[in-house]
C-alpha cells in the first residue's frame, strides 16, 4: 500500500496496523512531507513489514544524500528497506527543488549507477571513484562511511514512458509502474520497454520486480462507493492534464481529453474536470466493485503480468486499509479454469504493498 502521509504522527500506528493486516510492503511517498522521515518512525514500531519510497524525488537530490537515507534506513529497519526513486517533472524539478534537469532517462540512469557505486564502498571497501556526466563522487574517508550492512537495499525505479521504464530494466533491480495503468498498456507498453532495458545490460526481465500500482474503487456502503468513485475520477482528469501520461489514455481512445482538461486546469476550473472521465475509463485503469470483488479481479488484470501489486487510492483513503482485500489476496485461489483470458484462476500468492 502507498500510505497517506498528511498527518506524521500517525506514523507510530499506521505502519503497524499495515503490518497486523498483512501487508507485505508499505511505501511512502514525496509530497507534501519527506518520504524517508515517516519510514524511520515506522522501523521502531514495526517488525516485519517492507518498507519503502514510491516515491522519493530522485533529482530533487544528489546520489550521496539518497545513498545515506537509504542505509541509515537499510541499517534502522534490519533490512527492509526499498528504495523507491521518481524523476518527478521540471517544473518541479527547477521551480520547486531549485534542482537542474536535463534528460530524465540518462540521469536516472547514472544517478542510480552512482548510489551503487557509494553502496560498494560502504559494504565492500571498494574505492570511491565514479565520475560521470550529471555526477561525480571521488571522495570517501573513514569519518564518513557508515561501513557495511548486512544486506544492501533494492532499488526501484518509478517509471511511465518508454525510456525510463526502460532504464529501470537496465540498472535498477524492479520498475514502480505509474497507478496510469491497465492490463493492455502493461501487456504493450511496459513489460517491452522494461524488456528492453534489462537485454541492454545482459539481464533477464523475469529477475526484476513490477509493482503494478492499481488505483481501487470499492467500499461498504454507497457513500463510501461514491466518495471513493469520484475521487478516482477527479485524480484521473489530473492526471490527464499531464502529458507523459497520454499514451495510456490514448491506448484506449481517449487522447482527446488533454486538450480540453488542460483548458479547464488554465481556466482553474478544477472542480469540473472530473464530470469529464466516464465510466468506462475509471474501469480501464482503476480496479472497481464490492470489496469482496477486488481480489479476483486484480488477479485478472495482472496474471502472467506480475504478482506484486500496490494498492491506492490516495484522494479517498479506505478507512479499513482495503483489509477484505489483502485477505483475499494473500488466499491462494481454488484451482480452475481461468475466466477468460487472465482470468481469475489458480496463480502465485500476490504480494500486497
Known amino acids: 500500500m502507498t500510505v497517506p ?29 519527506d518520504p524517508f522521515l515517516p519510514l524511520a ?16 524525488i530522485a533529482f530533487a537530490r544528489t546520489p550521496m544524500t539518497i545513498a545515506n ?21 521540471r517544473p518541479h524539478i527547477e521551480q520547486r527543488f531549485s534542482m537542474p534537469w536535463s534528460r530524465p532517462a540518462a540521469r536516472m ?9 557509494i553502496w560498494s564502498t560502504w559494504q565492500d571497501g571498494t574505492p570511491l571513484d565514479f565520475e560521470g556526466e550529471f555526477y561525480t563522487h571521488t571522495r570517501m574517508v573513514p569519518a564518513f562511511d557508515p ?44 513489460v517491452p520497454a522494461l524488456a528492453d532495458g534489462a537485454a541492454r545490460a545482459g539481464r533477464d526481465v523475469e529477475d526484476l520486480e513490477l509493482v503494478c500500482v492499481t488505483i481501487v474503487v470499492t467500499g461498504r456502503t ?12 477527479t485524480q484521473l482528469a489530473f492526471y490527464a492534464t499531464t502529458p507523459a501520461y497520454q499514451p495510456v489514455f490514448e491506448l484506449h481512445g481517449y487522447g482527446g481529453l488533454h486538450g480540453e ?8 476550473r478544477w472542480d469540473e474536470m472530473g464530470a469529464l472521465i466516464d465510466d468506462d475509463l475509471v474501469r480501464t485503469i482503476a480496479v472497481v466493485g464490492e470489496p469482496h470483488e477486488i481480489a479476483p479481479a486484480i488477479r485478472a488484470r495482472l496474471d502472467g503480468i506480475s504478482d506484486s501489486v500496490s494498492l491506492v487510492n490516495n484522494r479517498a483513503p479506505d478507512p479499513e486499509h482495503l483489509a477484505e482485500v489483502v485477505a483475499d489476496l494473500h488466499h491462494e485461489p481454488p484451482a480452475g479454469p481461468s475466466d477468460g483470458p487472465g482470468g481469475p484462476g489458480p496463480g502465485p500468492r500476490a504480494d500486497t504493498t
Not at 498528511?6 to 511517498?29: I, K, M, N, Q, V
Not at 515506522?42 to 522519493?56: F, K, M, N
Not at 544486506?151 to 511511465?160: A, H, K, Q, T
Not at 482538461?261 to 482553474?268: M, S, T, V
Open 5 to 33: 502521509t498528511d498527518d506524521l504522527t500517525s506514523a507510530r500506528s499506521l505502519y503497524r496496523e499495515l503490518e497486523d493486516l498483512g501487508y507485505d510492503r508499505a511505501f511512502s511517498f514525496e509530497a507534501k512531507h
Open 41 to 56: 518512525v515506522a522501523a521502531e514500531h514495526t517488525d516485519r513489514i517492507g518498507l519503502g519510497t514510491a516515491v522519493a
Open 69 to 89: 537515507a537509504a542505509w541509515d534506513l537499510q541499517a534502522l529497519s534490519g533490512g527492509r528497506f526499498t528504495l523507491g526513486l521518481g524523476s518527478q517533472i
Open 109 to 117: 540512469r547514472e544517478l542510480v549507477l552512482a548510489v551503487r557505486a
Open 147 to 190: 561501513g557495511p550492512l548486512d544486506s544492501v537495499p533494492p532499488i526501484l525505479v518509478g517509471g511511465v514512458g518508454p525510456a525510463m521504464t526502460a532504464v529501470a530494466g537496465e540498472v535498477a533491480d524492479g520498475l514502480i509502474v505509474h497507478p496510469v495503468n491497465s492490463r493492455r498498456s502493461l501487456q504493450e507498453l511496459t
Open 222 to 233: 454507497e457513500e463510501q462507493f461514491t466518495r471513493s468513485l469520484e475521487a478516482v475520477r
Open 261 to 268: 482538461l488542460r483548458r479547464l486546469a488554465r481556466d482553474d
